[in-house]
């Protein structure tokens, strides 16, 4: 083997292990960037759910946009780190909740906000994910189509569950009443009101942040005429 030959040997190598270490390098930036983020988010989304703009008499709420925040860090970190945080935020939403029944609170808590990490689906690669340290521009990444289709399948997803878990322990509120129907209109209709609110800051957040542009020239041009 020739003095070339070995060269280019031992430069593929170092080559190789300079890559590993850069990997692992940022395999380790975003662990605790997922952490430190979703802490936040995770922190912001509990306190958004403790304003009660109204309560349902058998549980269910409209909040200002709770679910927003850790939806972001969905669409920001993927859906296996998702998943963790809306989970972790339906334990959260245990405390001081209404709690009957043992199955009937894995459904309507764990799971039911659980299934929010569907946003997670829809959110960039993670090779460009991680080539983004700012978690907040990884959501110019995502065509803002994109980030609305999370937004519907996040609700629907909690919706089902609320659903499941009215027909199952809360028939009797329906009296003669198809349960199923009782149970879609009861969760529909506090979840409707949060979709609409949330949708509202939704989109004045992307226009803030520049993901979402509002065409103002023909107004402009009106007002010239």
Not at 196 to 217: E, F, N, Q, R
Request: glycine share 10%; aromatic share 12%; with cysteine.
């Amino acid at each position: 083997m020739g003095k070339e030959e070995k060269g280019t040997i031992v430069e593929e190598s170092v080559s190789l292990e300079e890559s590993k270490k850069q990997m692992e390098k940022a395999k380790n930036r975003e662990m605790i960037l997922s952490v430190a983020t979703g802490g936040i988010c995770l922190g912001l989304s509990y306190v958004l759910s403790l304003v009660r703009l109204f309560k349902m008499p058998q549980g269910g709420s409209v909040t200002p946009a709770s679910m927003l925040p850790i939806i972001f860090f969905c669409l920001c970190f993927g859906a296996k780190r998702g998943f963790i945080v809306t989970v972790a935020y339906g334990l959260l939403q245990m405390i001081g909740g209404d709690l009957y029944y043992p199955i009937q609170v894995i459904l309507d808590y764990p799971v039911a906000f659980g299934a929010i990490g569907v946003a997670g689906f829809f959110a960039a690669s993670a090779s460009k994910r991680i080539q983004v340290r700012n978690p907040i521009k990884r959501l110019k990444l995502i065509p803002f189509w994109r980030i609305g289709v999370a937004v519907f399948f996040a609700f629907v997803l909690r919706c089902f569950f609320h659903v499941l878990s009215g027909v199952i322990f809360f028939s009797e509120y329906a009296g003669e009443q198809n349960p199923w129907i009782y149970s879609i209109l009861y969760n529909g209709t506090f979840l409707l009101v949060e979709a609409a609110v949330t949708v509202v800051i939704l989109v004045g957040v992307s226009v803030a942040m520049g993901l979402l542009h509002v065409d103002i020239s023909i107004g402009k041009d009106k007002k010239e005429k």
